[in-house]
C-alpha cells in the first residue's frame, strides 16, 4: 500500500516569515496529493491539492509542489499569520481505490 | 455543496455497550464513504471503504466484528463500535466521496469524539 512521510513534525515561525513542509509518497500510481489543516477538535480542511499531470499550484499565501519523478511534494506558505497555526497533513490517493494516505502531521506554530 | 454531516458530535459511554454513529452527505450522492480514526496528537488512520450497497472492506488490523459499517443508500453510513471498551474511545472522522463531479477529493465530517468510561 501507500506510505507516506512528512517533515518536519514541528515548524516554529516567525510571523511573516515563510513555511515549507515536505512530504514522499512510495506508490507510483498515486495521482492526487491534497493538503490538509487541521485544528485541535475539529475536521480536517483541505487548503489546496494538486493532481499529477501539474508541477505546481498557488493559492494565495499557499503553493503546492509535486515531483512525479522524486515522489514528493511540498507545501509552502509564505507570509504567515497567527492564524496559520494549527496541524497540516499530507496525503495521496489513485484512482483505483480512492483511499487517502496520510501523512503524520506538522504541528506549525506562527510566533507574532 | 459537498456537505458532510456526522452525529453524534460526542459521545460518552460505559464499557461494554455499542455506540452508532452516523454519517450523511446532505447535498450530493456520495458513492464511496471512508471512515477514519484519529488517536491524540496523531494523524488520521482509515479504518474501511464503505461501498452503497455493498460489504466494507476494512484496512488490515481493523476488526470487522467490532466495528460495524452499514452503507445503505448513497446518503448515509453508519458506523457502530460494538462492545466498546476504553481503548476504542478516540476522534472518529468520515468523508464522502461523490463520484465523477469531484474526482478524488474526499468530504470530511465534523467527526465524533468517542469516550468509552
Known amino acids: 500500500g501507500e506510505n507516506v512521510e512528512q517533515h518536519p513534525s514541528t515548524l516554529s515561525v516567525q510571523e511573516g516569515d515563510s513555511a515549507v513542509i515536505k512530504c514522499t509518497y512510495s506508490?507510483?500510481?498515486?495521482?492526487?496529493f491534497p493538503w490538509y489543516k487541521q485544528e485541535l477538535g475539529k475536521r480536517p480542511q483541505l487548503i489546496i491539492d494538486?493532481?499529477?499531470?501539474?508541477g505546481e499550484k498557488k493559492d494565495q499565501r499557499i503553493a503546492v509542489t509535486l515531483n512525479k519523478t522524486a515522489k514528493h511534494f511540498s507545501l509552502h506558505i509564505t507570509e504567515t499569520q497567527p492564524e496559520d497555526s494549527a496541524v497540516y497533513f499530507c496525503?495521496?490517493?489513485?484512482?483505483?481505490?480512492?483511499?487517502?494516505?496520510f501523512g503524520a502531521g506538522t504541528t506549525v506554530t506562527v510566533r507574532a | 455543496g459537498a456537505v458532510v454531516s456526522q452525529h453524534p458530535s460526542w459521545v460518552i459511554c460505559k464499557s461494554g455497550t455499542s455506540v452508532k454513529i452516523e454519517c450523511r452527505s446532505l447535498?450530493?450522492?456520495?458513492?464511496?464513504m471512508f471512515w477514519y480514526r484519529q488517536f491524540p496528537k496523531q494523524s488520521l488512520m482509515l479504518m474501511a471503504t464503505?461501498?452503497?450497497?455493498?460489504?466494507?472492506?476494512?484496512e488490515q488490523g481493523v476488526e470487522k466484528d467490532k466495528f460495524l459499517i452499514n452503507h445503505a443508500s448513497l446518503t448515509l453510513s453508519t458506523l457502530t463500535v460494538t462492545s466498546a471498551h476504553p481503548e476504542d474511545s478516540s476522534f472518529y472522522i468520515c468523508?464522502?466521496?461523490?463520484?465523477?463531479?469531484?474526482?478524488?477529493?474526499?468530504?470530511f465530517g465534523p467527526g465524533t469524539r468517542l469516550t468509552v468510561l
Open positions: 494538486i493532481r499529477s499531470n501539474v
Open positions: 447535498d450530493f450522492q456520495a458513492t464511496t
Open positions: 496525503a495521496a490517493s489513485n484512482s483505483n481505490d480512492y483511499k487517502l494516505s
Open positions: 464503505s461501498n452503497e450497497g455493498s460489504k466494507a472492506t476494512y
Open positions: 506508490d507510483s500510481a498515486s495521482n492526487y
Open positions: 468523508s464522502a466521496r461523490g463520484g465523477q463531479t469531484f474526482l478524488n477529493e474526499q468530504f
